[in-house]
């Protein structure tokens, strides 16, 4: 059953009434009801590309965050080949939230890190809500030195809220493992390219996501704190969230603009969540370029280039 969020109502209405429609066709022996849901279909289609012609900043958060939508696992699934998962940071444990695998990407061997949310009470819970404690980092850290040992690529999807702030995660070094997973990203030497598939949230994002190239998809968001936490210490106040996230420009265009990413990552009409497959084969096209054209590049050009990339940010503001 699809799950509609506050703002697709007038969708799920139309939606419904295609499905009691087929319903009743099904049931009723001569009736024919293919011209009326056509119809229906047609008026619901072009109801959903209206709607998401115009999200709002908040609006796209709510896609971002769909229950719905494609996450770690889904992606590499349909992306890589010859999966290898890598599993702990062989100081302390094995981190659910952050998942990392050696593989194939169309022939091309890879490394792959990034956040998994889950897609049920039971794998949320197992995953930790896709919110890395600092095993999670490290764990990182140990897969970008290997790949940089084998001269693999790393490809690294972001979605997160931001890293895990239990006690038991700052006790451990919470903030000190994040800066060196970003230090590790800016310091190798092999091609690096983050797409932000979600949410990108704080430092729990940017650990895994200073790359020579950052995409992000078109409904995902991306910025130093969910929209809900700015709220609160602004106005004191999580229900300004809507006003908090149109503030921030956390939206792919917006940051496209402001020069933080590269590009976005054109979504099905109506979010990744409504056809998987499409938004795979976007990603795929988008990364098979970012490669070959890091490809051709030393890996002292890669580094020097990745420094700068994040240095030029806010230059020309």
């Known amino acids: 059953m ?76 349909a992306l890589i080949d010859d999966i290898q998962p890598m599993a702990g940071d062989r100081g302390f444990a094995d981190d659910h939230a952050i998942q990392c695998v050696l593989g194939r990407f169309r022939g091309r061997a890879v490394a792959v890190i990034g956040h998994e949310k889950g897609n049920d009470t039971e794998s949320r819970l197992h995953h930790n809500f896709g919110m890395a404690r600092p095993e999670g980092y490290r764990k990182a850290v140990r897969i970008m030195k290997l790949a940089q040992r084998f001269d693999l690529p790393v490809v690294t999807l972001v979605d997160t809220a931001g890293a895990y702030p239990g006690i038991g995660a700052e006790e451990r070094g919470q903030a000190e493992a994040i800066a060196r997973s970003t230090e590790a990203c800016l310091n190798l030497t092999v091609p690096m390219v983050s797409i932000v598939i979600g949410e990108g949230g704080s430092g729990g994002a940017i650990a895994i996501a200073a790359a020579n190239r950052v995409y992000m998809l078109e409904h995902a968001i991306y910025s130093v704190i969910s929209p809900e936490g700015a709220a609160s210490i602004l106005w004191r106040d999580a229900t300004r969230a809507r006003e908090a996230a149109t503030s921030m420009k956390i939206t792919a265009e917006d940051l496209e603009n402001l020069g933080v990413i590269d590009g976005i990552i054109a979504e099905p009409v109506g979010g990744a969540h409504r056809d998987p497959q499409k938004a795979f084969d976007s990603t795929a096209a988008a990364l098979e370029q970012a490669l070959d054209d890091l490809s051709a590049k030393s890996g002292e050009e890669l580094r020097s280039d990745r420094r700068e990339k994040f240095l030029a940010i806010g230059r020309n503001l």
């Open 2 to 77: 699809q799950a509609y969020l506050d703002f697709e109502k007038p969708v799920a209405d139309l939606e419904g009434k295609v499905r009691e429609l087929r319903a009743m066709g099904e049931e009723s022996d001569g009736v024919n009801l293919d011209d009326e849901i056509a119809r229906l279909e047609a008026k619901s289609g072009q109801a959903l590309s209206d709607l998401y012609k115009k999200l709002d900043p908040w609006q796209k958060t709510q896609v971002a965050r769909h229950p719905d939508r494609p996450h770690f696992k889904d992606y590499v699934e």
